[in-house]
Structures are given as structure tokens and as C-alpha cells.
């Protein structure tokens, strides 16, 4: 065998209630050996714990607990109800394909560095080929790279796919995991979400009591071992060359550390770097640990970002580059060792996308700074349009102004998640990284010793406040002020309330256009109190120029909010007591 094309492993789905593992020696050059824990059987569920399978949505994903240990965490991500998600799935995908009757479909999965990753893996496999159609196994992957085999064509590798499912939650702990699904249209919305889950739980339901026993006779699909992140990466690599004049090895030179968190980012040191020819020393955690050993995989969290600025320093490098887990976000840092992340990843982003296409609108969340709007339509030229939290909000909102006659070419969160027309509105971690290795090839073909301050001259000029600051006010919904209503409720009654008490203080002005909570500005600074997403809590955001300033908007707050009971103030109220 002289090829992965020439040895793809292929198996046939029979019945058996186990699963077995199977291994194969596949070559490319070189011989690499590759491990299957292919789903052998039709369990077809049938199990007997109830399940509430409604509250295992999260926005457009799906989240649970798949693994015991962490007390009032119960496990409610079991292989059983993961099995009747992905025969859910495929029902709603073949539904969504609006085939007239049934066909066969191909849906890849793969799986970040969870312990729990394999099991999942396993059970989405039984359920889909239980279902009649064909699994195509990438193993360890990044959830940008599943999205993309929706669209590759590479019939010998069975691309493109009609589906794809990533297992994966983020940077949550080692106990949780989920779910993402994919077609060639994008992500699923919420929407898409909650009527595979309606349908999951009726599968499960029915299988406690023997009702599909069609699936148990049905023909099985089949399964198929791709290495699908060497495709992947490959097309990175292609894209730098290409901005470099298709120089084969144009960051020849260039010391650039990765850290991937033990998370699923480590072949953008071997797949990415090294074959354009990047000195890559220093990088670390780039093994797969779902135990996260080190440091959560996480461009937000302090710890992460303080372990790359040192690896940076450690080893004299020209740029630190960090992931989160499934290599759906990331950062970087200077070889100063500045941090360039949040506020200051949007305005080095919208600055390299403004280059290309002068005057188009930058599309964020909402807790974005007024310094950023300020760079991007003053300094840039280009329209910020700050919108709502969540990283798929922010994408649609940006498709959407697009569909209404309003060019944007740029959607992204301070969390990390970054999504560009020009790569299908995917919120993909290493595509960013990829547009400022683009940035930095260009630049050494004028000057070879161009290093990252060609990166940082791009931010210079935004202004940044000296305090920063998010707290979480929780609602407890346990609480008699709440009368029976939903945290909801009583969350959007505390925001009414902010506003009208806001209106009568001549030093505090509400933003004229905004799309959630409420935002205002004043004493040189501003704050956002807005509803989260998801759970009880009202998360503020305040920024100001100095510490005095901030507290002066804190207490605006305070002065409303301690109005409500049910509202826990206790981290509002020691932010204001520190001097």
C-alpha cells in the first residue's frame, strides 16, 4: 500500500451487540497504524432511565454530562440517548435533503480530545448505520474541519458529505461533552436543534417499548476511516503559499509557538507550520489529554493565555499562537508579549478584512468596547455593528445584513470565535491564524525579517481601558419575589427597571442603536447589563478609563438593581468596595 487512497479501511456494518476494535496499517510514504472502534451491532437503544432530552440543548449545540465522578452532575449524555440523537439526525437530515422517499447518506464525525470522546463516537456510529447510512470516521478533528467536509470534493475520500457531527463541548470540564451538526448550509440553529432532540427522544422512547423494530431489520450502513485533517490542513497550507507568491516555505525563519490546550489543535504545528517552514520550538500540550492537565484550552481564560505569553518568552519566538479545544476560537501574542485576543483579535482582523474590502461592515457581540468602534469607522473606515452575544447570532446577523443590501465580510465574538464570507461563514480558529500568516508571508516577501510587529503596527492606534470588568449578577429562582415566573421574566423586569432609572441621570447617556440589554455610556466609560443566553444570571460589563470611573457606573447600577431580591448583588457589591 503506497497511499491512504489505496487502503482505506472500509467496513461493513453487521449485527452484533459489541463493539470491536479493529486495526489496520495504512501508508503514505511512511507506514502510520490507525486504530477503529467501529459500532458492530444494533443496540437500537432500548433503555429504560428517563430522559429529558430538551434540556441537553445549548443554543445551537448540544450539551450534557457523559461522564460520572463530578457530584450533582449526574450523567445525562449516555450512549443510548447519544445514539438516538444521531438516528435523529439523520431522519431530519434526510427530511432537510427533501428526498422523495428514503436514500442513502454519508455523515462524518469526529471527536476532540474528551475522554468521553470515544464511547460518544461509537454510539453515533451504531445509531447512523443503524439507520442505513454511511459513517465516515475522522477521529480526532477540529469542528471547523468537519463543517468543511460538506463541501470538499474528493469522491476517494467519500467527500463531500451530506452531514457532519463534531463531539465536542468546548472548554467546558473534562465530565461534559456534545454535540455539533453541520451541513453544507452551516451550522444548525436552535430551531434545528430542539426538533432533532423532539425526535431523539420520541426514537428513545419508542425503543423502551420495542416500537422500531424496522431499524432492527433495516440494511446497515457502512463505515470508513478517513484522515480527513490532513486534507484540511493541507488546504491551510495552500492558502498561505498563495499569499506568499506561492512560495513553498514562506515563513522560513519565523519562530512561531503553538499551545493547544491538550485539546485538538496540535497538527497546526506539524500539518501547518512545518511544511511552511516555521521554526515551531517551544510549542506545547499539543497531545490530546481530555483531562486538560495543564490549563483549560480556553483564548478567554487568564491561565491559558498567560501559559503562551511565557512559552513566547521561554523561547524568544516571533508569535504565540493558542486554541481552545476544538480549534473553533483562538488567539495570539506578539514577541513582546502582547496579548492579542478579544477586543484587540477583532480590531486586527477587521484591520487585514478592511485592506481587502474597504468600507465593509465588521459585525460583533455586544460586549464589545467603544474603543474598537472607534478603530474600526475612524481609524479603518470600515461600520461596526455591534449585535448580541453568541458567536451564531453574530454570524447570521452578518449573512443577514448581506441578504438586505449591507456588504459585510466579517463576523466575530470576543470570545474568539471569528467566521469570514470568504470562508463560509464558518467560525474557524485556525482560518484566523491563517489570516495573519497571510499577513505576515506578504510582508516577508518585501522584508525577510519581518516579524510580528507587522501584526501589531495594525491595532496601533486603538484605544483600550485601563479597567475591565464582567460580573455576574445570579438570579435565584428559588426566590418568592419571582411569583411563580421564570428567571426570564424577572430578568427582563431588572433591565426595564435600569433603564428608566438611567433616563433621569443627566451623566449617563443609553446607546441610541442597541440590540440587547442595556448599554450605556458615561464618566468616560461605559456598561452593558444584559440577560444571559442561557441560565439566570444578568453577566455586566463595565470599562472605563480609571478605577473611580468605573465604580461611579457601578453604583448607577447598583442604585437600580438592588431593588430586586431575588438578584444576588454579593459580586456587584465587592467590585465597589475595592480601593
Known amino acids: 500500500m503506497h497511499s491512504f487512497q489505496e487502503c482505506r479501511l472500509r467496513l461493513v456494518v453487521t449485527s452484533a451487540k459489541r463493539l470491536n476494535t479493529i486495526s489496520t496499517w495504512i501508508s503514505s510514504g511512511k507506514q502510520a497504524h490507525i486504530s477503529c472502534n467501529a459500532a458492530q451491532g444494533s443496540s437500537v437503544i432500548s433503555s429504560s432511565e428517563k430522559v429529558d432530552f430538551l434540556k441537553l440543548q445549548n443554543g445551537s449545540d448540544i450539551r450534557g454530562v457523559a461522564v460520572a465522578g463530578v457530584v450533582g452532575e449526574p450523567v445525562n449524555l449516555t450512549e443510548p440517548v447519544t445514539e438516538a440523537i444521531a438516528i435523529a439526525f439523520a ?26 470522546a470515544q464511547k460518544l463516537q461509537n454510539a453515533v456510529t451504531l445509531g447512523i448505520t443503524n439507520a442505513g447510512h454511511d459513517v465516515l470516521q475522522f477521529g480526532l478533528a477540529s469542528t471547523p474541519a468537519m463543517f468543511n467536509s460538506t463541501l470538499t470534493e474528493d469522491e476517494t475520500n467519500h467527500c463531500p458529505v451530506d452531514g457532519a457531527i463534531m463531539i465536542t463541548a468546548s472548554h467546558l470540564p473534562y465530565n461534559r461533552n456534545g454535540l455539533k451538526f453541520f451541513t453544507s448550509d452551516g451550522g444548525l440553529n436552535k430551531g434545528d436543534i430542539k426538533d432533532i432532540l423532539e425526535r431523539a427522544s420520541k426514537i428513545y422512547e419508542e425503543s423502551s417499548h420495542g416500537d422500531i423494530q424496522e431499524l432492527e431489520k433495516a440494511p446497515k450502513g457502512e463505515v470508513n476511516i478517513v484522515d480527513y485533517m490532513s486534507i484540511y490542513a493541507s488546504d491551510l497550507v495552500k492558502a498561505v ?11 522560513e525563519g519565523l519562530h512561531i509557538v503553538v499551545d493547544a490546550g491538550n485539546g485538538a489543535g496540535g497538527f497546526f504545528v506539524d500539518k501547518v507550520l512545518k511544511p511552511l517552514g516555521a521554526i515551531t520550538t517551544g510549542s506545547q500540550f499539543l497531545e490530546p489529554d481530555g483531562m486538560f492537565p495543564n490549563h483549560i484550552p480556553n483564548p478567554e481564560d487568564k491561565t491559558a493565555m498567560k501559559a503562551i505569553t511565557q ?8 508569535l504565540g499562537i493558542i486554541f481552545d479545544t476544538d480549534v473553533d476560537r483562538s488567539a495570539a501574542v506578539d514577541s513582546s508579549g502582547r496579548e492579542l485576543n478579544r477586543n484587540r483579535l477583532i480590531a486586527l482582523i477587521s484591520a487585514i478584512v478592511l485592506e481587502e474590502h474597504p468600507g465593509t ?23 461596526h455593528h455591534r449585535f448580541k452575544r453568541g458567536y451564531k447570532n453574530v454570524i447570521d446577523e452578518a449573512i443577514c445584513l448581506n441578504t ?21 461563514w464558518l467560525d474557524d480558529g485556525a482560518y484566523l491564524m491563517v489570516k495573519l500568516l497571510n499577513k505576515l508571508a506578504a510582508a516577508r516577501l518585501l522584508n525577510p525579517n519581518a516579524g510580528s510587529k507587522v501584526l501589531t503596527d495594525l491595532v496601533e492606534g486603538l484605544e483600550e481601558a485601563s479597567v475591565a470588568v464582567e460580573i455576574r449578577l445570579k438570579i435565584d429562582q428559588n426566590h418568592a419575589d419571582l411569583k411563580g415566573g421564570s428567571f426570564r421574566d424577572y430578568g427582563e423586569a431588572v433591565l426595564k427597571h435600569l433603564e428608566n432609572t438611567i433616563s433621569k441621570d443627566k451623566n449617563l447617556c443609553k446607546a441610541p442603536k442597541n440590540y440587547e440589554g442595556v448599554r450605556v455610556s458615561g464618566y468616560g466609560g461605559w456598561f452593558l447589563l444584559r440577560l444571559s443566553l442561557h441560565d439566570p444570571v444578568l453577566p455586566l460589563n463595565i470599562e472605563a478609563p480609571s478605577k473611580d470611573d468605573a465604580i461611579k457606573l457601578g453604583l448607577a447600577v447598583l442604585t437600580a438593581v438592588s431593588e430586586f431580591p431575588a438578584l444576588d448583588i454579593t459580586a456587584l457589591n465587592k467590585f465597589l468596595q475595592q480601593q
Open 91 to 116: 431522519a431530519w437530515l434526510l427530511n432537510k435533503k427533501k428526498e422523495d422517499g428514503w436514500r442513502r447518506l454519508r455523515i462524518s464525525v469526529g471527536h476532540d480530545s474528551r475522554i468521553s
Open 361 to 383: 461592515t465588521i459585525v460583533t457581540d455586544s460586549v464589545t468596547s467603544d474603543g474598537l468602534t472607534a478603530f474600526i469607522e475612524n481609524k479603518l473606515g470600515g461600520k
Open 241 to 251: 503559499r498563495k499569499s506568499a507568491g506561492k512560495k513553498e516555505n514562506p515563513l
Open 404 to 424: 438586505t443590501g449591507e456588504e459585510s465580510h466579517l463576523a466575530m465574538e470576543t470570545s474568539g470565535h471569528g467566521a469570514l464570507k470568504e470562508n463560509h
Open 311 to 318: 512559552a513566547v518568552a521561554e523561547n524568544k519566538a516571533d
